[in-house]
């Protein structure tokens, strides 16, 4: 079974650092793009920052300057690096990958569980 397992989440104060990590386990041929979502109350789930493959990398504009997504490939862990926190990157922040399974080799689509980002003011 496939599956993307957080970590890092927590309380900090405004102007605070955090590391979020999310780690693909399992039968895995390959990654496609891995990426970060968040999800504040009441509001859609947005994108945050995504990388390709390739390394290339696409931020949200409320977060660029202040977010760094990578990944180590051999690890099949993509980070993201959040400095200079602000209360309103409050949320609860999901991990997505695109990748493909050695079992069918098709293309799936994965989320993770999930992990709580509070900032206070």
């Known amino acids: 079974q496939v599956q993307l397992v957080e970590s890092g989440g927590g309380l900090v104060q405004a102007g605070g650092s955090l590391r979020l990590s999310c780690a693909a386990s399992?039968?895995?041929?390959?990654?496609?793009?891995m990426g970060w979502y968040r999800q504040a109350p009441g509001e859609q789930r947005e994108l945050v920052a995504l990388?390709?493959?390739?390394?290339?990398?696409i931020y949200a504009d409320s977060v660029k300057g202040r977010f760094t997504i990578s990944r180590d490939s051999a690890k099949n862990t993509v980070y993201l690096q959040m400095n200079s926190l602000k209360p309103e990157d409050t949320a609860v922040y999901y991990c997505?990958?695109?990748?493909?399974?050695?079992?069918?080799?098709?293309?799936?689509?994965?989320w993770g569980q999930g992990t709580q980002v509070t900032v206070s003011s």
């Open positions: 399992g039968s895995i041929f390959s990654i496609n793009d």
């Open positions: 997505n990958a695109h990748l493909r399974a050695t079992m069918t080799l098709q293309v799936i689509e994965l």
């Open positions: 990388i390709t493959s390739g390394g290339s990398a």
